[in-house]
């Protein structure tokens, strides 16, 4: 190889020329070649070296062209929804149910009347809200829902309560009960501490807990006194960066842990996709969190020393669920779940009456298998329990499971009661 003059090179096999020209352009570097010979005239051109500028053109388009499939997939654009029961069912009015939890004694507690759950950038001019927390008895389930009265607290405003996610822990000794609800307020969000007083009917509060690390409160997952994990369905506060981290698929949002007694909050899970539901195997062990837009269920290994946590196990579910119910006989996983969340999306910002799909999956884990790295429990299945188009019943975001019978909680809509009647034990 031969240099003739500036940006000039010849190439040359046994003295032939075999390129005798380098055309240089803003994009890339071409190489001219001709053959010598009176037979053949050949022009053939060859991309050397690509710009960098069009190599980060094509990764910045290939990103983007990702992401929008993706969000196309998780938002279930490609998704039919057809009506399934386990049995007859009946509706319950109610101002919204999205949360609800289920006590030793089959009594159930549900968040409800959740109004905003944007940042608090937005809702400055929402300054009355009427959320409740509302008592389903499961064994009198032909009853419908009571509403449990707020006792006079001068640290708990009435009209500032925006309940979302919600959980419980009951004193081994004493049997008292601590309620752990989030709390969406205008400038901010916490975690409110009640007692619940079942003879009484009533709530007694106690405290309000708030730290930077608690930014997007979604769920919570009481573990002891004051001791509770937290979803943060995402890292950035302000709605366009949401919209962006959304959008961009961007795996960045967290789960934080709690400790009351230490006064210390830290991170214990990171790179999720707006993880949403979080609760706990009943023997404590695993820790498991719902990342909705990744439509996954994520387990994690529970060190009960510190409560840090690692990750031993994804399940692809295919749908993008909310929160969940673990049933504390046989540690199965109730999960409820948007096919459509293009759909929810409109029902809870801009139009409540938008029909938007109900879903209830069951998951069964398997022999637990240690030695499976990345898969703890290789064995599992997963029944689809309850589907609807959203005729009867809108956004589902919560299933809690007794004795074969079901209640269905939705983020803006009504409850239902179903008699389960065709689902394997």
């Known amino acids: 190889m031969t240099r003739h003059g500036p940006g000039d090179w010849l190439y040359t096999v046994s003295n032939t020329p075999i390129i005798t020209k380098v055309q240089k352009t803003e ?33 910045a388009i290939a990103y983007v062209a990702h992401s929008v499939f993706w969000t196309f997939v998780m938002i279930g654009v490609f998704e039919t929804v057809y009506n399934q029961s386990p049995g007859p069912c009946r509706v319950i009015q109610v101002n919204g149910s999205e949360d609800i939890l289920l006590l030793p004694n089959q009594q159930a507690l549900i968040s409800s009347g959740l109004h905003n759950m944007k940042p608090s950038d937005v809702v400055q001019s929402i300054r009355v809200r009427d959320g409740n927390i509302l ?4 064994n009198n389930p032909e009853n419908d829902v009571t509403e449990l009265q707020f006792l006079p607290s001068p640290d708990f405003d ?34 409110e501490v009640f007692e619940y007083l079942p003879d009484d009917g009533a709530l007694k509060h106690l405290k309000q807990i708030q730290h930077p690390l608690i930014n997007s409160p979604n769920d919570v997952e009481a573990v002891g006194r004051d001791m509770f994990y937290v979803t943060n369905n995402h890292y950035f506060n302000s709605v366009f960066m949401r919209k962006v981290e959304i959008i961009l698929q961007l795996q960045i949002a967290s789960v934080v842990f709690h400790d009351g007694m230490k ?3 830290q991170l214990v899970a990171a790179a999720l996709k707006f993880p949403n539901g979080v609760s706990m195997s009943p023997d404590q062990r695993y820790v498991y969190v719902v990342a909705g837009n990744e439509l996954k269920l994520k387990i994690y290994e529970r060190n009960k020393i510190d409560n840090s946590l690692e990750l031993v196990q994804a399940i692809h579910i295919g749908y993008s669920c909310d929160n969940m119910f673990i049933q504390p006989n046989n540690g199965d996983i109730w999960l ?23 879903q209830v999956l069951r998951i069964k884990l398997g022999i637990e298998d240690v030695s499976q790295q990345g898969s703890r429990f290789p064995d599992y299945a997963i029944d689809q329990v309850y589907i609807n188009d959203g005729s009867k019943l809108k956004g589902s975001s919560v299933a809690v499971f007794h004795h074969g019978k079901m209640l269905v909680g939705t983020v803006l809509d009504n409850l239902l009661y179903c008699e389960v009647r065709s689902l394997e034990e």
């Open 27 to 59: 994009w890339a570097t071409y190489a001219i070649a001709i053959p010598n010979s009176s037979n053949l005239q050949l022009i053939l051109c060859v991309v050397t070296v690509m710009s960098w500028r069009l190599l980060l053109l094509g990764i």
């Open 263 to 265: 006064n210390e909050t």
């Open 336 to 358: 409820a779940c948007h096919p459509r969340i293009m759909d929810i999306v409109v029902h809870i910002d801009q139009h409540a009456n938008h029909k938007t799909a109900s």
């Open 158 to 191: 009435r009209n500032a309560f925006n309940p979302h996610g919600i959980s419980y822990w009951q004193e081994p000794n004493n049997g008292r009960t601590f309620l752990y609800v989030v709390n969406h307020l205008c400038d901010g969000d916490a975690i």
């Open 135 to 138: 008592l389903f008895d499961f």
